[in-house]
């Protein structure tokens, strides 16, 4: 397992002024990976309306790598939000937490099953035996995807719309970025163009779950105050023993065998390599698991995953019939009275009326997870 030593991450959660993301900024670039103090996770704050000083897409100026995580996209050129557009609901959750969280979003529109020409599905389709539903969301998907080649960008970051994050998304990912360039070795030069190295094709970053190879490049993130502690961690598929590790601990290693694709992020190139895998090669699966087979299978595929990841579908109160386009749920009238999201500490979703107060984000589990 290969580990670096980084500065602990401790202190309390700040409150979500509404001021500049500047500060966030220079809180991310006076992070010293070689002090022994132990740093406050950086006060996390709303950008302004209107401000495009720090725009998507990578940053150009001094700095750009690490300040371009800092940016309305993570770092990437693009964040896309598959979604079907009678869910308005999901629609205008998503935009809010965005809005909050210093990000921007551009929605990509689900697809139905019905809608589609059956001289367009994959030739392996109906083998398969895949639920119309699912074979629409696929659809969905790889419109994203060939949406990330044909206009020429250099990455996207693919989210579900129900999906949510932490309040420190920004800081998390700095810290995955690094370990990224430690599992796949590519070091950041003077021609590197992501902050998160080149060569990738996959950053799986929400999942249901991962199997973390033993013989699989590993790096563990250290005093991550980000991560939940053991006794919420059950809900992890394929999830390691947590009691063996340090607490806080997070992990970046190449993907092994992943559940759910609630976000991910493709490079150009590995858009390219997904559009004739999961369509013209491989046989034909939900797109998940295509998405799985293509980084455990394909000779050559570059994928990293984050374990526990950063992304995760948030269960709001309501009808539980609303949880899913796909599956039936909620058919007997369950009504759901607790909004939850599982593996996310500081919830953005559950934490939206704090922050447009202005007051400090907490944590979901007030036992001290």
Not at 126 to 146: D, E, F, Q, V, Y
Not at 188 to 210: A, I, M, N, R
Not at 254 to 279: C, I, N
Request: hydrophobic share 35%; with cysteine.
């Amino acid at each position: 397992m290969t580990q670096l030593r980084k500065a602990p991450l401790k202190g309390t959660i700040a409150g979500a002024a509404c001021l500049t993301l500047l500060v966030l900024i220079l809180s991310l670039r006076h992070l010293s990976a070689g002090s022994d103090d132990a740093p406050a996770l950086p006060q996390y704050v709303c950008p302004p309306p209107g401000d495009s000083s720090i725009g998507p897409g990578w940053a150009t100026r001094e700095g750009s790598h690490e300040r371009s995580i800092a940016n309305l996209t993570l770092g990437f050129e693009k964040i896309m939000v598959v979604n079907l557009p009678e869910r308005t609901d999901r629609r205008d959750g998503a935009v809010l937490a965005a809005s909050l969280s210093g990000l921007h979003l551009d929605f990509v529109p689900g697809v139905r099953t019905e809608d589609m020409s059956e001289k367009a599905f994959p030739h392996r389709a109906k083998s398969a035996g895949l639920p119309p539903k699912g074979l629409g969301a696929w659809r969905a998907h790889m419109n994203a995807i060939a949406s990330v080649v044909s206009d020429g960008l250099s990455s996207a970051l693919i989210l579900e719309d129900d999906v949510d994050w932490d309040v420190h998304v920004h800081e998390q990912l700095r810290r995955f970025a690094e370990g990224v360039h430690v599992v796949l070795n590519t070091p950041v030069g003077p021609e590197t163009t992501s902050p998160y190295g080149d060569g990738w094709d996959v950053l799986w970053l929400g999942h249901c779950g991962e199997t973390i190879f033993p013989d699989h490049s590993t790096y563990r993130i250290a005093d991550d105050d980000t991560m939940p502690d053991a006794d919420h961690l059950d809900s992890l598929a394929n999830h390691p023993n947590w009691e063996a590790f340090p607490p806080a601990s997070r992990f970046v290693h190449v993907t092994g065998d992943p559940v759910g694709s609630f976000g991910y992020a493709v490079s150009r190139a590995g858009a390219q390599k997904l559009m004739y895998h999961l369509e013209l090669d491989r046989p034909f699966e939900p797109f998940d698991m295509q998405l799985r087979s293509f980084c455990s299978h394909v000779d050559g595929a570059r994928c990293v995953s984050a374990t526990p990841g950063y992304f995760n579908r948030h269960r709001s109160a309501g009808p539980e019939a609303a949880d899913s386009d796909l599956e039936s749920y909620g058919g007997d009238g369950s009504v759901r009275t607790t909004a939850y999201t599982e593996l996310v500490k500081y919830s953005v979703r559950l934490n939206l009326d704090r922050l447009l107060r202005g007051e400090a984000a907490v944590t979901q589990w007030p036992d001290g997870a």
